[in-house]
């Protein structure tokens, strides 16, 4: 980041940005300065990326359907202590993993560290949840009945992860389902299976055994196959909202299959609304980190800058010189503040999207000439409701609202249908409680950044079509894996309570 912006020096953006943002990581060194630049020089040495050929959908979910029943019996506590040996490899492998973020994901150094960092703590935390609330309970009943509530394992769950979080998410939704007592085939982003192997393979090093967690590459006809099994109990996926809709109706297809449960977490159109009497550096800062941090490749990301009238052309000044101050470019160099688009394919489409409303652009950052450079872009728009697509890359909406229109202005955000983020920059305590109770979002963010939610304190996901619920990282998540199974013992009958072993036994 350079500091200081040639035509707007008094908006100099703090030199650390975008270094790595909040996460829990109880144990881990967070010395940000010192692995950043040891990481840097184990970055140049090129990750291998090949990865063995594993088994087919079928046969991998033959194989995991084969070891559930050893894996689901194994004890809870066994189960915890594996995600816990998984982050302690994790860490010990930080390098490595963080190598295959850059190469793979196209992460710059600081996002790599992120990512690393938050599969350790989804691991930790899991582990941490299951051993406090997955355990047998006891339920208050009428005298003479004993009522349990157990918590088991289902099945097999598929696990589809996108390329944006390619090891935190991925590792999320697989340590989540393992450690409630399920076997896991997973399918990586096809652009990112390597981080995935590895891992993988780290998972089975930290004493998961190989076939209750399968991994499976390829694309989405490969998806489409895993969600058409009817052997399978479950599907957690990240990703889309049509690839969501598409796998919704494959769970459905079938007449004789099971009910089973699927735990989206999609796309976002999330809004950022301004007053007047936001900090304007403030905002410059988060909407900088929030609309171009990842290159905009975020769910979680702002994609439409909501000024209030009065205040609009001043903040946007100040965006604009904030701006010049980022550097685009090769995600390996530290120096690197925003990095490439994931691919061709999805640099196609920004910049075809971008040409398509180029009269309407009201800055845009310089980028390298070679790459898959989109440039960081501000585009103004007629009316918020101009804009209905989420475009996944960094460019940033900008429309206006007249004071005295918070409140409809929030209900035109809620009717667009998506619900992930939101944020809200003002000093006014009323202002921040209405928006609290009217946003239809599953994450608000008030007076900072809109992305970089941290397991166990922001658990993240949405509602409509960002998603269906429970947050990953919360405290609901694991018992959407599992079986949720009531018995009932009358103890008054035949035997009584002398046959009856108690939960302690169990
Ligand atoms: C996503 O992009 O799929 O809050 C999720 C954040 C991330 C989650 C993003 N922890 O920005």
Same mark, same amino acid.
């Given at each position: 980041?350079?500091?200081?912006?040639?035509?707007?020096?008094?908006?100099?953006?703090?030199?650390?940005?975008?270094?790595?943002?909040?996460?829990?990581?109880?144990?881990?060194?967070?010395?940000?300065? =010192? +692995?950043?630049?040891?990481?840097?020089?184990?970055? $140049?040495?090129?990750?291998?990326?090949?990865?063995?050929?594993?088994?087919?959908?079928?046969?991998?979910?033959?194989?995991?359907?084969?070891?559930?029943?050893?894996?689901?019996?194994?004890?809870?506590?066994?189960?915890?202590?594996?995600?816990?040996?998984?982050?302690?490899?994790?860490?010990?492998?930080?390098?490595? @993993?963080?190598?295959?973020?850059?190469?793979?994901?196209?992460?710059?150094?600081?996002?790599?560290?992120?990512?690393?960092?938050?599969?350790?703590?989804?691991?930790?935390?899991?582990? $941490?949840?299951?051993? &406090?609330?997955?355990?047998?309970?006891?339920?208050?009943?009428?005298?003479?009945?004993?009522?349990?509530? %157990?918590?088991?394992?289902?099945?097999?769950?598929?696990?589809?992860?996108?390329?944006?979080?390619?090891?935190?998410?991925?590792?999320?939704?697989?340590?989540? =389902?393992?450690?409630?007592?399920?076997?896991?085939?997973?399918?990586? &982003?096809?652009?990112?299976?390597?981080?995935?192997?590895?891992? +993988?393979?780290?998972?089975?090093?930290?004493?998961?055994? &190989?076939?209750? @967690?399968?991994?499976?590459?390829?694309?989405?006809?490969?998806?489409?196959?895993?969600?058409?099994?009817? %052997?399978?109990?479950?599907?957690?996926?990240?990703?889309?909202?049509?690839?969501?809709?598409?796998?919704?109706?494959?769970?459905?297809?079938?007449?004789?299959?099971?009910?089973?449960?699927?735990?989206?977490?999609?796309? *976002?159109?999330?809004?950022?609304?301004?007053?007047?009497?936001?900090?304007?550096?403030?905002? +410059?800062?988060?909407?900088?980190?929030?609309?171009?941090?990842?290159?905009?490749?975020?769910?979680?990301?702002?994609?439409?800058?909501?000024?209030?009238?009065?205040?609009?052309?001043?903040?946007?000044?100040?965006?604009?010189?904030?701006?010049?101050?980022?550097?685009?470019?090769?995600?390996?160099?530290?120096? !690197?503040?925003?990095?490439?688009?994931?691919?061709?394919?999805?640099?196609?489409?920004?910049?075809?999207?971008?040409?398509?409303?180029?009269?309407?652009?009201?800055?845009?950052?310089?980028?390298?000439?070679?790459?898959?450079?989109?440039?960081?872009?501000?585009? %103004?728009?007629?009316?918020?409701?101009? @804009?209905?697509?989420?475009?996944?890359?960094?460019?940033?909406?900008?429309?206006?609202?007249?004071?005295?229109?918070?409140?409809?202005?929030?209900?035109?955000?809620?009717?667009?249908?998506?619900?992930?983020?939101? *944020?809200?920059?003002?000093?006014?305590?009323?202002?921040?409680?209405?928006?609290?109770?009217?946003? %239809?979002?599953?994450?608000?963010?008030?007076?900072?950044?809109?992305?970089?939610?941290?397991?166990?304190?922001?658990?993240?996901?949405?509602?409509?079509?960002?998603? !269906?619920?429970?947050?990953?990282?919360?405290?609901?998540?694991?018992?959407?894996?599992?079986?949720?199974?009531?018995?009932?013992?009358?103890?008054?009958?035949?035997?009584?309570?002398?046959?009856?072993?108690?939960?302690?036994?169990?």
């Amino acid at each position: 980041m350079a500091v200081g912006g040639t035509r707007h020096p008094a908006i100099a953006l703090p030199a650390d940005l975008f270094q790595p943002e909040r996460v829990n990581s109880q144990g881990v060194d967070l010395d940000d300065a =010192a +692995v950043l630049a040891a990481t840097a020089t184990e970055i $140049a040495i090129p990750a291998k990326l090949a990865i063995a050929a594993g088994p087919g959908p079928q046969e991998a979910v033959s194989r995991a359907l084969a070891a559930y029943p050893a894996w689901s019996s194994t004890s809870l506590y066994t189960r915890a202590e594996c995600l816990d040996r998984l982050a302690d490899l994790l860490e010990e492998n930080r390098g490595k @993993l963080m190598a295959l973020a850059v190469q793979e994901a196209k992460k710059t150094i600081p996002d790599a560290l992120s990512e690393v960092r938050e599969a350790i703590d989804f691991c930790r935390y899991y582990s $941490a949840r299951a051993i &406090a609330d997955l355990v047998p309970v006891e339920l208050p009943g009428p005298t003479g009945e004993r009522n349990v509530l %157990r918590h088991e394992g289902r099945g097999v769950w598929v696990a589809i992860a996108p390329w944006n979080f390619p090891l935190a998410i991925f590792l999320g939704q697989v340590a989540a =389902a393992l450690v409630a007592g399920n076997a896991v085939v997973a399918k990586p &982003a096809p652009q990112t299976p390597a981080i995935a192997a590895f891992a +993988v393979s780290l998972a089975h090093q930290a004493g998961v055994p &190989a076939d209750a @967690l399968q991994l499976v590459t390829g694309a989405g006809d490969v998806g489409a196959q895993l969600t058409s099994d009817t %052997r399978i109990c479950g599907v957690v996926f990240t990703g889309s909202v049509p690839t969501a809709k598409a796998i919704a109706r494959n769970l459905l297809l079938d007449d004789a299959r099971p009910l089973v449960p699927l735990i989206a977490e999609t796309g *976002g159109l999330n809004a950022m609304i301004v007053d007047s009497t936001a900090l304007s550096e403030q905002v +410059v800062r988060d909407v900088i980190i929030s609309g171009f941090q990842s290159a905009g490749q975020r769910c979680s990301a702002l994609r439409l800058l909501l000024l209030q009238e009065d205040i609009a052309d001043h903040t946007l000044e100040m965006l604009r010189g904030a701006m010049d101050c980022l550097n685009v470019g090769d995600p390996s160099d530290p120096a !690197t503040d925003i990095g490439p688009v994931i691919d061709q394919a999805s640099y196609d489409k920004l910049m075809a999207y971008r040409q398509s409303v180029k009269d309407r652009i009201f800055h845009s950052v310089a980028v390298p000439a070679k790459g898959l450079f989109v440039p960081p872009t501000v585009i %103004r728009l007629n009316d918020l409701d101009q @804009l209905q697509n989420e475009w996944f890359g960094p460019l940033v909406h900008v429309a206006t609202w007249k004071a005295g229109t918070l409140d409809a202005t929030v209900q035109r955000v809620n009717a667009k249908g998506f619900g992930l983020t939101m *944020g809200l920059h003002s000093r006014i305590a009323r202002s921040s409680e209405a928006v609290e109770q009217m946003a %239809r979002v599953g994450n608000l963010y008030i007076n900072r950044s809109m992305i970089g939610a941290v397991v166990g304190s922001q658990p993240f996901g949405g509602e409509g079509l960002s998603g !269906t619920g429970p947050k990953a990282g919360g405290p609901h998540y694991l018992y959407r894996f599992c079986a949720e199974r009531t018995t009932s013992t009358d103890t008054t009958s035949a035997g009584g309570n002398a046959s009856l072993l108690s939960l302690e036994d169990e």
